[in-house]
């Protein structure tokens, strides 16, 4: 049987199959190959003695740490336009950080109650000329819960931010509505506030939401100088132009991608934030 792991305690598994959650332990072979299995892993189970057995995992797409999950395929990335202050040399970064993993971002704009019409749009720029896919949301009254709700389906999405943007209430408002599962959740959510523990998969809408807020190291250090610019979808329409194969759109003459800065096609302030990296990823080797 194939299935799903939506949540772990100590050694059990929860496998959701069809529509039965199914408590497993995985074979000890999974210890001499140092592969655990984590939650969002695809799995192939069978029932042995009436206990399930984890047989197989299937190869992830991805694997975030802290927390420790597989498979995401979707993450809301978070920033508060107000309250605290928008940042958007962190929101790039997390942009990149899903490029790197192959994760779909959707950046949500919250608090639009407590920004200015400027501050709206100067955000909106940012994102909309990268092609990235963003809503402008007040999570609190739940505008824009009911379009984020309908972007779960078939995906396991991951919430992601900064302390305070307003994952919390978004989470709460995303599974309020599955009335089955309400006091459970926010038990569990005062809880995990005092305890450290796993996260789990909950399902909502067709879909799975991590309830744990996802990527909590934003460092990109870790990349390599010339893996940067793949991160840039915007650039890769133009880097195929520039007259030098593997143009780190710096210092190269004839490049597609610096034309396209000078002419407004793409962002300034992305552009500067690509050379600020690249330049930091190359000192850092300097340095090693
Ligand atoms: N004004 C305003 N406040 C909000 C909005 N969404 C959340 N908040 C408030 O922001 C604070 C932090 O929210 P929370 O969900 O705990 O953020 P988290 O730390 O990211 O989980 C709380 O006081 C929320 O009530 C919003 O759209 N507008
Ligand atoms: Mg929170
Ligand atoms: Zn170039």
């Known amino acids: 049987m194939q299935g799903i792991i939506v949540k772990g305690i100590a050694g059990f598994y929860y496998v959701k199959v ?13 210890r001499y190959n140092s592969l655990s299995p984590i939650v969002g892993d695809k799995v192939q189970i069978s029932i042995d003695n009436e206990k399930g057995v984890i047989d197989k995992i299937e190869k992830r797409i991805n694997e975030l740490k802290r927390p420790s999950v597989a498979n995401v395929t979707q993450a809301f990335i978070v920033f508060a336009l107000k309250n605290p202050d928008f940042n958007r040399n962190l929101l ?23 920004a200015t019409e400027k501050e709206i749009d100067e955000a909106k720029g940012l994102v909309e000329l990268a092609g ?12 824009g819960m009911d379009t ?16 305070g943007v307003g994952k919390s209430t978004m989470f709460n408002s ?20 005092h305890t ?35 991160l840039f979808p915007e650039f890769l329409l133009y880097s195929h132009m520039c007259k030098f194969t593997g143009c780190l759109h710096y210092k190269e003459p004839c490049c597609e991608v610096k034309n396209a800065v000078e002419q407004g096609k793409i962002h300034k302030d992305r552009y500067e934030f690509y050379i600020n ?12």
């Open 277 to 288: 990296t690249l330049n930091e990823l190359k000192d850092r080797r300097k340095y090693k």
């Open 18 to 30: 069809n529509d039965q959650i199914i408590e497993c332990k995985a074979r000890g072979k999974f």
């Open 92 to 114: 790039n970064k997390f942009l990149i950080l899903c490029e790197h993993e192959g994760i779909h971002p959707i950046v949500c704009f919250n608090k639009i109650d407590l």
């Open 196 to 230: 450290t523990r796993h996260s789990e998969l909950i399902e909502v809408a067709d879909g799975f939401l991590v309830d744990t807020p996802g990527f909590s190291s934003i460092d990109i250090n870790f990349l390599e100088v010339q893996e940067l610019k793949e």
């Open 148 to 163: 984020l709700k309908g972007k779960l389906k078939d995906n396991v999405t991951v919430i992601s931010g900064l302390s």
């Open 132 to 143: 990235y896919e963003y809503i402008m949301i007040n999570a609190k009254k739940g505008i």
């Open 174 to 193: 995303l599974v309020e509505k599955e009335a089955m599962k309400v006091g459970d959740i926010s038990e569990k959510i005062k809880r995990g506030k």
